[in-house]
């Protein structure tokens, strides 16, 4: 019998729906999947990710490259952690980097609908759009950017829960993703109870940011780490919609230990005014991204505030 793959995902919407549709790819193949690992960036990802351990053979979607991986399928600004495995990489069959893809989850639904000539359930293509938008930026409105109607905001928003993080219920979503609608998967009562736990937070968060956002020059700016608030990167232009970047810091948990993201992004109402490639400006903190949105990990609250103050600077003066 075959070798079980397992199958390494980027800690997000994003890493979890391509999971689904690389999960429905194999299953239709005859091939089976005996686990799914989320995996993060963090103060130590370029140095620990070349001699990771991983269970063989396996599949990375949505993160970065490894050459002993099997499959690999990324849309990141740079996924290499070494010169020589970007200068030595080239597409292949199993191995697809499009770094101007808006989502992994598009990536992977369009490439193995084309180059393996798949048939998705047409449930797919709905859920691949719409990862398009959210992880992409590709919103209408800010208006729209804060929207949780459709189904698969509501379960991208189930994941900003205390209990949303818990690598089971990214499991579970993968499964059920893989098989049904991003409708009826949103009404089981494992998204809907975590749905109405981040909703709640949601509206606190709304407040919070009301009353703490601070404009600086060009960037609309926010420390959120002694708050216990999750970061919306777009509620910065509801509050400030002139702002033409924002960079904000949350705090988070790997297992016990803490840690402290940095997200920095861009107006989708302005992004023409645009001059900086953001996933490049992360690259020396260890941080991954694309032109308009980036986030870093750092390990402490003042090394945190420190490179805060930095971008902003950075993006007053250059941006």
Not at 16 to 31: C, H, N, P, Q, V
Not at 61 to 90: I, L, S
Not at 158 to 180: H, M, T, V, W
Request: hydrophobic content about 35%.
């Amino acid at each position: 019998m075959p070798d079980a793959y397992t199958i390494y995902f980027h800690d997000d919407l994003d890493g979890t729906t391509s999971s689904a549709a690389f999960l429905r790819f194999f299953r239709e193949r005859g091939k089976t999947v005996k686990d799914f690992v989320p995996v993060n960036y963090g103060p130590t990802f370029k140095s620990d990710w070349p001699d990771k351990k991983f269970s063989r053979p396996f599949v990375v979607v949505d993160f970065a490259y490894h050459p002993r991986a099997e499959w690999w399928f990324d849309h990141h600004q740079n996924p290499f952690v070494r010169e020589e495995w970007k200068t030595g990489f080239k597409n292949d069959e199993k191995h697809f980097w499009d770094n101007k893809a808006p989502s992994c989850c598009g990536q992977v639904y369009g490439y193995l609908s084309k180059k393996f000539d798949f048939k998705f359930p047409p449930h797919f293509k709905e859920l691949a759009d719409e990862v398009d938008i959210m992880d992409g930026g590709l919103y209408k409105s800010i208006e729209d950017s804060l929207s949780r109607e459709t189904p698969v905001r509501r379960i991208a928003l189930s994941l900003e829960c205390p209990d949303g993080a818990n690598a089971d219920y990214k499991r579970f979503l993968i499964q059920e993703l893989s098989e049904k609608p991003a409708g009826k998967v949103a009404e089981s009562g494992e998204v809907r109870r975590r749905f109405k736990s981040a909703k709640a937070e949601l509206d606190r968060t709304c407040v919070h940011y009301k009353k703490n956002l601070e404009k600086r020059g060009r960037v609309a700016y926010i420390d959120n780490s002694l708050a216990g608030i999750e970061t919306m990167s777009f509620a910065n232009y509801d509050v400030y919609p002139d702002a033409l970047y924002n960079v904000n810091i949350d705090k988070f948990y790997h297992g016990r230990v803490a840690g402290y993201h940095l997200s920095i992004g861009s107006n989708i109402m302005k992004r023409e005014e645009v001059k900086v490639n953001l996933g490049d400006l992360v690259e020396k903190y260890n941080g991954g991204g694309h032109k308009y949105v980036a986030g870093i990990d750092l390990g402490t609250r003042e090394e945190a505030l420190r490179v805060a103050e930095y971008f902003v600077n950075y993006l007053n003066k250059n941006g």
